[in-house]
C-alpha cells in the first residue's frame, strides 16, 4: 500500500445513532485499505443531501451508527496493491490512478466490472453499496475508505477547463447534478415523449426512418410542444431543472415547464436561477408553482390535456399522487425521488384507463458523469457559486455546526449545505 497518512491515527466525523435524529461529532480511527481495489480519500468537501434524512428521521430503519454522507470530493492519499501501471482488462483508474490525485465519488459503489457496470446500469452493480451506511461508513468525515475504487471513483486530474470548476459545484457532480440529468434524460428519452421530440406519431417516432402511415394528419401546432412538471424543488429539483431546461433549449423543443414546490422559499430560489439561466431563449416558458395551484395552471396551459411527463424529485406518497394528477393520458411519471417503503398511491386500473408509464429509481451516477460534467462547464453562473441569492449552494460549513445544520435542512430551513471537515 502507497500511503501518506501513516502518522495519522484519528479524524472527527459526524455520525449518526439510532433510532433517529441523533447526530453527533465524534473522533474515530482513520479507515485503513482493507482490499487490493481499496483507496482512502482525504476529504475536502462533502455535502449534505435530501436522501441522507431517511437516515436522520429514522425511516431507512437502521440499527447501527454510521457516519453519514454520500457526497465527497478529496484527494487520494492511500490505495491498495490493486492499482499498478501493467494493469489491464480493468477500468483504467488501476492503472492511471495515484496517490495525491483529486477525486469525485458517486453516492454508490460499483465495480465497473460486472454485467450492469459494463451496460451503464452502475447504480445496480452487482456489488453495489451506498455510502453513509453501517456497511460503507460515509464522506462526513475527514477520511474515508472508498471500495472498488478503480470502478467507483472518477478522477478530476484530466478535466478539460477544471481550472474553471469551483470545488463547491465539483461536489454536485456525486449526486444531485448526475441525477437532474438523468430525470431530465429519462423524461425526454421516454417512448411516449419521443412524438413531440422527433415531430413523428406514435410509434413511428421510436422506429428506424419510413413511410409513414398516410391516415395520420398534420401535427398541429399544440401537439409540437412538450408540457412537462418538476415536482419538488430541493437541490435535486433544481438541478433536474436546470438539466430539463438546457436540454430542451439545445434541441430547440417547444415547451411549458412547470417546476412546483410548496415551500415559498424553494420556489423564491428557482425563480431566482431562472432570471439567471432564462436567458434570451424563444423556445418556451418556465413557471414556478405552489401545490395548491398547479393543477389548474396545468389545465390552462394544457387544455385539460395535461403534462407529457411529471418528474418526481421528492420521493413521497403526495408528490407520486400529484404526479398522476398533473399527467396526461399515454404520459409518463419519472421518479427519481428515494422512497420508503409506503405503497405507490396508485391502483392498477388507474395507471391502465390513463395508460401511464411509471419510471422509478435510483440513478447511475458513475454513467451519468459525462453529461452532468458538461452541464457543470456550461452552468458555473449557479453551479460554481456560494451564498447568492441565485447560488445553488448556501454555505460552506464546519462539522462543529453540523447538529443545527441537519435539524434546519430536516424542517426545511437551509438549502444545499457543505462540509468541510477540516474548518
Not at 501513516?6 to 447526530?23: F, G, K, M, N, T
Not at 426512418?209 to 401535427?219: A, E, M, N, T
Amino acid at each position: 500500500m502507497t500511503s501518506m497518512i501513516e502518522a495519522l491515527c484519528s479524524q472527527r466525523a459526524v455520525r449518526w445513532h439510532p433510532p433517529s435524529y441523533d447526530i453527533r461529532i465524534e473522533t474515530l480511527p482513520i479507515p485503513e485499505i482493507e482490499h487490493p481495489d481499496d483507496a482512502i480519500v482525504k476529504i475536502q468537501l462533502a455535502g449534505l443531501c435530501g436522501s441522507d434524512l431517511h437516515v436522520y428521521r429514522g425511516t431507512a430503519r437502521l440499527t447501527e451508527p454510521c457516519i453519514m454522507g454520500h457526497e465527497f470530493i478529496g484527494e487520494v492519499v492511500a490505495l491498495g496493491t490493486g492499482f499498478h501501471s501493467s494493469s489491464t482488462g480493468r477500468p483504467h483508474l488501476y492503472s492511471t490512478l495515484h496517490v495525491g490525485d483529486k477525486v469525485v465519488s458517486p453516492f454508490t459503489v460499483s465495480c465497473g466490472e460486472c454485467h450492469f457496470c459494463r451496460v451503464g446500469f452502475t447504480c445496480r452493480c452487482v456489488e453495489s453499496c451506498l455510502f453513509g451506511t453501517p456497511l460503507t461508513p460515509g464522506g462526513q468525515a475527514q477520511y474515508v475508505r472508498v471500495r472498488r475504487a478503480g470502478g467507483t471513483l472518477y478522477s478530476l486530474q484530466d478535466i478539460p477547463d477544471g481550472s474553471l470548476l469551483a470545488d463547491s459545484s465539483l461536489l454536485l457532480l456525486c449526486d444531485i447534478l448526475p441525477t437532474g440529468v438523468f430525470a431530465a434524460f429519462q423524461a425526454l428519452s421516454h417512448a411516449k415523449t419521443l412524438p413531440f421530440t422527433t415531430r413523428q406519431p406514435y410509434p413511428l417516432s421510436a422506429s428506424p426512418p419510413q413511410i409513414g402511415d398516410v391516415s395520420f394528419l398534420p401535427f398541429c401546432e399544440e401537439d409540437k410542444s412538450l408540457t412537462m412538471a418538476v415536482i419538488g424543488l430541493g437541490p435535486v429539483g433544481v438541478c433536474t431543472c436546470i438539466a430539463l431546461l438546457d436540454m430542451l433549449v439545445t434541441r430547440k423543443l417547444k415547451f411549458n415547464v412547470i417546476a412546483i414546490d410548496p415551500n415559498e422559499a424553494r420556489r423564491a430560489k428557482m425563480a431566482s436561477i431562472y432570471s439567471i439561466i432564462g436567458g434570451n431563449q424563444q423556445f418556451g416558458e418556465f413557471q414556478v408553482a405552489d401545490t395548491s395551484d398547479v393543477k389548474e395552471l396545468v389545465a390552462h396551459l394544457t387544455k385539460g390535456v395535461g403534462c407529457n411527463a411529471v418528474l418526481e424529485v421528492v420521493g413521497n406518497t403526495s408528490a407520486l399522487r400529484l404526479a398522476y394528477e398533473l399527467v396526461r393520458p399515454f404520459g409518463c411519471i419519472n421518479s427519481v425521488g428515494v422512497h420508503s417503503d409506503h405503497a405507490v398511491p396508485y391502483k392498477g386500473v388507474e395507471l391502465y384507463d390513463k395508460n401511464v408509464s411509471l419510471d422509478f429509481g435510483r440513478c447511475p451516477v458513475r454513467a451519468m458523469f459525462p453529461m452532468a460534467l458538461e452541464l457543470l462547464l456550461k452552468r458555473q453562473d449557479v453551479l460554481g457559486s456560494v451564498g447568492g441569492e441565485s447560488s445553488l449552494v448556501e454555505k460552506v460549513a464546519s462539522f462543529d455546526d453540523a447538529v443545527q445544520i441537519y435539524d434546519d435542512f430536516d424542517k426545511g430551513k437551509c438549502g444545499k449545505v457543505l462540509f468541510d471537515p477540516f474548518k
